[in-house]
């Protein structure tokens, strides 16, 4: 059983390929939807969730603290470790996938591993210029597998692990749905839908963050 833990609408992106091909691939696939996950105001990604996968389980993890700021943050890491140790010690998973590198992925590494659970992450060995520089690798150093998007990742993770052997170059999954949305139908100005101006795609080039 593999537990793959969503904490933010961005992480989903990035993994849904791959838990495409864990279904397809007949594994035994859980899904843990926590923190900016559920709520409306972040798109609530756990319903896009059930509508993309609903043969797939979905366990609702909540920790999130109103204030969005440094204290709150911190909170939250301890709040969705307590909450995620009881979460996968009921699912009695063999194996925990982890994403990115926000403070509430490092509740969910730490979880796993004081829980003796094989952790698998995605898209170590990055840089930002933040404090999710400082989370990051520290879920590195509780991760076991380790799934990155270049060769220099490789070598960072390699220099917080010493060890070559649990390192993959996957690249990031993200880019699947990139090469998805190619095969797929234009998408119209009122598809997109939210504030602002309209989009005219006619125009060159479109900014999309």
Known sequence: RIAVIITARPSYARVRSAITALVAKGADVHLLA???????????????????????????????????????????????????ASALSRLRCDRVCVIADRHEVLAAAQAASYLHLPCLHMQGGERTGSIDDKCRDAITQLADVHC?????????????????????VTGCPSIDLAKQARCEPPVTAQELGGAGAPIDLSQPFVVVL
């Open 34 to 84: 926590c923190a900016s996950a559920l709520l409306e105001r972040y798109g609530k990604v756990v319903n896009v969730m059930r509508r993309e996968f609903p043969d797939v389980p979905i366990t609702e993890v909540w920790s999130t603290y109103e204030g969005a700021n440094l204290i709150t943050s911190a909170k939250e890491t301890g709040a969705l470790l307590i909450e995620l």
């Open 148 to 168: 990155v998007s270049t060769a220099l990742a490789k070598h960072r993770v390699y220099g917080l692990t010493g060890s070559w052997a649990h390192i993959h």
